[in-house]
């Protein structure tokens, strides 16, 4: 079936000038379990680039774990959740552009790079925090974090055995959030979050703590198909 599927993203779809343009991405999650495949035509024009999505395979969104929330209020685009404590493990970086070792760190550990060498399932979203205050100074920590998986928090987290990353905990609370997609651009993020803040100044909550980036995709996933969020802590 799945060269079949293969076969035909590969070589079945084509243009009005009769030339495949066909694209595909196929990738498997971090054990090799599931299939993601996108079929996305790209037909470009002089002014005007069409984009149709001919076919899609997802896994269901439903597969990977999320952390739970309460919706409070939800107005368009925004939205305040109530979350729970969540437990997650980090990775430090000097700046954004460390993004791919920091992922590797990360995926290492719940690869069975911690002491009991036991495997953990990747959960969504992954988290990057201190964004804003490294580009308002140029410089400053940026933390990229894994949320732990409710069963493994009950049976108990394993140590990391790269002491470059650490575990700890996410205070439950109120939040803030909203989603923007096409883009994991710092101009899409400032976006994104200016217009959280003035949704939040309507809204009389105030802003506690730095912002968190919500990315719930992987990289091979096309950005049109992503979604990513801002979370900004409230009260």
Not at 100 to 108: I, S, V, Y
Not at 181 to 198: G, I, M, T, Y
Request: charged letters at 25%; glycine letters at 8%; aromatic letters at 8%.
């Amino acid at each position: 079936m799945r060269s079949d599927l293969l076969s035909l993203i590969a070589g079945g779809v084509r243009l009005e000038n009769g030339r495949s343009v066909g694209q595909y991405f196929a990738a498997c999650d971090l054990h090799g379990e599931k299939l993601v495949l996108v079929c996305v035509v790209m037909q470009w024009k002089p002014t005007v680039m069409t984009a149709a999505v001919i076919g899609t395979t997802f896994v269901s969104a439903s597969a990977i774990e999320k952390p739970a929330y309460e919706s409070l209020k939800k107005d368009g685009k925004f939205e305040l959740r109530q979350y729970g404590e969540l437990h997650i493990v980090t990775a430090t970086m000097t700046s954004e552009n460390q993004r791919n070792q920091a992922f590797r760190k990360l995926a290492g550990y719940i690869g069975q790079q911690n002491d009991r060498q036991q495997k953990i399932a990747m959960t969504a979203p992954v988290l990057i925090d201190g964004v804003e205050q490294a580009m308002q100074k140029q410089a400053g920590v940026v933390k990229m974090s894994f949320v732990i998986p409710q069963a493994v928090v009950k049976a108990g987290i394993p140590k990391p055995t790269d002491n470059t990353i650490s575990l700890s905990k996410v205070k439950g609370g109120k939040f803030a959030v909203t989603s923007f997609k096409s883009s994991n651009s710092e101009k899409a993020r400032k976006d994104a979050l200016e217009k959280l803040r003035v949704w939040m100044a309507g809204e009389k909550l105030k802003e506690v703590g730095e912002p968190s980036f919500a990315f719930y995709n992987p990289p091979w996933i096309p950005q049109m198909f992503r979604t990513n969020e801002v979370w900004v802590r409230v009260k």
